[in-house]
């Protein structure tokens, strides 16, 4: 026991340590270093907070190869943190900070406003009616042609929050303020209802990011709030998902009678302290994603054979249309996939994360790790070193950085295929939105204005200097 602990601490403290390297040539928050920083922060949650927890609580870390120093798993996930940091960095050392940037003309703040609660009130009447609906049917939606313009607009709803939350960080106007609260308790009720808490706390988990990379500061009274009000929700969310499935009840009837169930939830005999900490707990066992990396590694090659990019190759087809190629593969079966060739549920219709380290070595075995998260940093320090905010500081810029750090960080369990389909789709859509949006005139009119007063005087000093010549 004693020497399984202290496998399981040096595995901690390494993983800590490769995620907290960066740190040290970190320059700017929202510099060329902003994504590593948010993606090794990420990484380091989905494989490590649990081991803490577990660590805590004088329970193994690891549930294979645990006489070994590391699992295979363990090995894995390590050499693809410092797989990502090396293509991070080369891009970033080559890249050339004189290049021009794109998306350099802000929005006017008129339309800001306009735009963000428009996009936030069309997501989340799709994200309701999907939640209340589609996925209430105990089948798959299938692929149609409808399917992949639906799933682009429910991301119009995260997109209208970071409106929101770059006038209020930027600007600090106090009907932004009230209008972003107020589109964040809807989100956690459509969330709370829908049985997701990806819904329920992603305009907070951005809100968080945002300050970091508009403010330059880390909100760790924000963030401590948060946390605290976070362990409590996720143990509700607990609660309303096991009664949910107790009674088998579809979503419109739980929500028919949410009255009921809330009243239950807080009749419990629960201190406040209970809760927090089942929360956590809970929290710490849905987010983690290390034992699914272990379990692949012990049975991928031995009883399952490898996919061969199966998952991983239809990003190609990202840009043709369904009706074109009607049978172009789909990017999200991974999920299923995963969880029918092992039997991990009695749904087959279940999705399970496994994460892209998991995606990557199912596919093409080591050398899809180490190649592929170089890839994945290498990308990722291209849109930074693009999109600095520290050099321009645009909406759309921000825009286009804060949907990476979602779809493709936080979106990190996500398949391959399918997160960064939905980014290069979100990329043209955001283009296209920002040919259209009038753009901020403030201060190429102060320049103007500036340049015209500085002319006038340099004339009133010429004119000074002539007579003064001619009475000479």
């Known amino acids: 026991l004693f020497r399984s602990n202290l496998y399981d601490a040096v ?29 090794l922060a990420f990484y380091f949650g989905v494989f490590g907070i649990k081991d803490i927890a577990s660590f805590v609580a004088n329970e193994p870390i690891s549930i294979y190869e645990t006489n070994s120093l590391f699992s295979s798993g363990e090995i894995a996930i390590l050499a693809g943190a410092i797989c990502f940091i090396l293509g991070y960095a080369i891009v970033s050392k080559l890249y050339s900070e004189h290049r021009k940037g794109i998306l350099t003309k802000d929005w006017s703040h008129k339309h800001m406003g306009i735009v963000g609660i428009c996009f936030w009130l069309i997501g989340i009447y799709i994200e309701t009616s999907l939640r209340l609906t589609i996925l209430d049917m105990a089948a798959n939606i299938g692929t149609t042609h409808a399917t992949g313009f639906l799933i682009l607009l429910r991301y119009l709803q995260p997109l209208g929050s970071l409106i929101l939350i770059y006038m209020v960080l930027t600007t600090r106007n106090k009907t932004m303020l009230g209008l972003l609260i107020f589109t964040m308790l809807m989100d956690f009720a459509v969330g709370f209802i829908g049985d997701s808490k990806v819904i329920a706390l992603r305009a907070p988990i951005l809100y968080l990011f945002s300050f970091v990379l508009l403010r330059e500061k880390l909100p760790l009274v924000k963030t401590v709030v948060f946390v605290i009000i976070a362990g409590l929700m996720f143990n509700i969310f607990n ?234």
């Open 11 to 39: 595995y901690v403290i390494s993983l800590s340590l490769i995620c907290t390297f960066p740190i040290i040539f970190a320059t700017s928050y929202r510099g060329k270093h902003s994504l590593i920083l948010l993606f």
């Open 239 to 472: 609660s309303y998902r096991t009664s949910l499935h107790l009674t088998k009840e579809t979503r419109i009837e739980s929500y028919e009678n949410i009255g009921a169930k809330l009243e239950k939830f807080a009749d419990s005999d629960q201190s406040t302290g209970e809760r927090f900490t089942e929360g956590i707990n809970y929290f710490a066992d849905r987010i983690t994603l290390k034992n699914y990396v272990e379990f692949l590694m012990t049975r991928v090659g031995e009883d399952t054979k490898f996919l061969h990019g199966e998952t991983i190759e239809p990003i190609i087809y990202a840009f043709i249309p369904r009706f074109i190629m009607p049978d172009k593969p789909a990017t999200n079966i991974l999920g299923q996939l995963f969880n029918n060739t092992f039997s991990l549920s009695q749904s087959s219709l279940t999705f399970i994360a496994l994460s892209q380290v998991g995606e990557l070595y199912w596919n093409y075995s080591w050398p899809g790790i180490i190649f592929g998260m170089m890839i994945i940093g290498a990308f990722m320090s291209l849109i930074a070193a693009t999109l600095r905010l520290d050099k321009k500081q645009t909406l759309p810029r921000f825009l286009l950085l804060l949907m990476t750090v979602y779809l493709l960080i936080i979106g990190f369990e996500t398949a391959i295929a399918q997160s960064y389909t939905l980014w290069a789709r979100f990329f043209i859509l955001l283009i296209l939105i920002n040919l259209l949006i009038p753009k901020q005139k403030g201060q190429n009119q102060k320049n103007k204005t500036n340049n015209s007063i500085n002319h006038k005087i340099q004339n009133n000093n010429l004119n000074k200097r002539i007579i003064a010549f001619k009475k000479n």
